[in-house]
């Protein structure tokens, strides 16, 4: 059942492929697959497949994917804390608990680029510590010079300081990137001059 949500996924059935995944969690004996990979995919497609998304359904199946704690490798498990804390930070939890998970993704693939740059902008909101949020999406930027997010929320951050002159030099870096990046473009042209 499990493989046959990969697939069902690949085709981009996405109902089909919660059903497969449920099949498998139902079943128990996965031959081959562990125990929190199905649960892992269900959470990925409640959060980012379907319309609207269904964060507590995603939020629920990472949990029970953490509480399993039976991942296929150390990228998945990572992932899966990752997006739990990124749940946490959109429900408006306590930094606290996102920054935990982002930590756990980081201690589980140090390669994770996303957690280090949600973990700096949650210091940042947590703490207003702009120097310490800097460091943590420089480590995204050594793993990932390329990433334009990392820009944006740097430019986000100067943005909120009152340093304008880094702020639209963050959001130009962003846009020499991804010249169509909408939230890059939307800060540039309402920045006051």
Same mark, same amino acid.
């Given at each position: +059942?499990?493989?046959?949500?990969?697939?069902?996924?690949?085709?981009?059935? +996405? !109902?089909?492929? $919660?059903?497969?995944?449920?099949?498998?969690?139902?079943?128990? *004996?996965?031959?081959?697959? #562990?125990?929190?990979?199905?649960?892992?995919? /269900?959470?990925?497609?409640?959060? +980012?497949?379907?319309?609207?998304?269904?964060?507590?359904?995603?939020?629920?199946?990472?949990?029970?994917?953490?509480?399993?704690?039976?991942? *296929?490798?150390?990228?998945?498990?990572?992932?899966?804390?990752?997006?739990? %804390?990124?749940? &946490?930070? +959109? /429900?408006?939890? @306590?930094?606290?608990?996102?920054?935990?998970?982002?930590?756990?993704?980081? !201690?589980?693939? =140090? @390669? #994770? %680029?996303?957690?280090?740059?949600?973990?700096?902008?949650?210091?940042?909101?947590?703490?207003?510590? &702009?120097?310490?949020?800097?460091?943590?999406?420089?480590?995204?930027?050594?793993? *990932?010079?390329? @990433?334009?997010?990392?820009?944006?929320? &740097?430019?986000?951050?100067?943005?909120?300081? %009152?340093?304008?002159?880094?702020?639209?030099? /963050?959001?130009?870096?962003? $846009?020499?990137?991804? =010249?169509?990046?909408?939230?890059?473009?939307?800060? $540039? !042209?309402?920045?006051?001059?």
């Amino acid at each position: +059942w499990y493989y046959a949500g990969l697939a069902w996924e690949g085709m981009e059935r +996405w !109902e089909e492929a $919660l059903a497969a995944y449920e099949r498998a969690v139902a079943v128990g *004996s996965l031959t081959g697959v #562990h125990r929190s990979s199905p649960y892992y995919r /269900m959470g990925v497609i409640y959060q +980012w497949r379907l319309e609207p998304r269904q964060v507590d359904a995603a939020l629920a199946a990472y949990e029970a994917a953490i509480e399993a704690d039976d991942f *296929s490798a150390n990228w998945e498990a990572a992932d899966c804390h990752y997006k739990r %804390g990124e749940i &946490l930070w +959109w /429900m408006g939890a @306590n930094p606290d608990e996102y920054i935990a998970e982002y930590q756990r993704a980081i !201690e589980l693939n =140090p @390669n #994770h %680029g996303s957690a280090h740059i949600l973990l700096g902008v949650a210091f940042y909101t947590r703490d207003r510590n &702009l120097k310490r949020a800097e460091q943590a999406i420089q480590e995204a930027l050594i793993l *990932s010079p390329q @990433n334009k997010w990392a820009y944006y929320y &740097l430019g986000e951050m100067y943005r909120q300081e %009152g340093d304008m002159v880094k702020a639209r030099s /963050m959001y130009k870096k962003a $846009l020499e990137i991804d =010249p169509k990046f909408e939230a890059a473009l939307y800060r $540039l !042209e309402t920045m006051v001059p």
